[in-house]
Nanobody, 124 residues
Framework: QVQLVESGGGLVQAGGSLRLSCAAS????????MGWFRQAPGKDREFVAG????????YYADSVKGRFTCSRDNVKNAAYLQIDNLKPEDTAVYYC?????????????????WGKGTLVTVSS
């Protein structure tokens, strides 16, 4: 069992940056692929970034490549999402999720545990 808690969201002006954190409980954090998803009002939850259990491999949605950076610290049981050059269309609730799959998955159904999300609002 893994419990996930996101933090770091807030109100930011376009062009600004945020670093989201995902704190995980449990001794097996380093065996999970971690993913980041977002859900804007009225839209489906979408994958934005993922990182392998070791942290050696990352994968990003095309819409965020070059602006989002995913990392993790398996000693601290934490994952992070650095978001730079924020745009109004990045406004959403951001979720971290843990997956038992070996590869980085981009669909919500491949993730076993979810946090409750943190809201990011970008003003123009």
């Amino acid at each position: 069992q893994v419990q996930l808690v996101e933090s770091g969201g807030g109100l930011v002006q376009a062009g600004g940056s945020l670093r989201l954190s995902c704190a995980a409980s449990g001794r097996t954090f380093n065996t999970y692929v971690m993913g980041w998803f977002r859900q804007a009002p009225g839209k489906d939850r979408e994958f934005v970034a993922g990182i392998s259990w070791s942290g050696d491999s990352t994968y990003y949605a095309d819409s965020v490549k070059g602006r989002f950076t995913c990392s993790r610290d398996n000693v601290k049981n934490a994952a992070y999402l650095q978001i730079d050059n924020l745009k109004p269309e990045d406004t959403a609730v951001y979720y971290c999720a843990a997956s038992r799959w070996v590869a980085i998955m981009t669909t919500t159904t491949r993730y076993d545990y979810w946090g409750k999300g943190t809201l990011v609002t970008v003003s123009s």
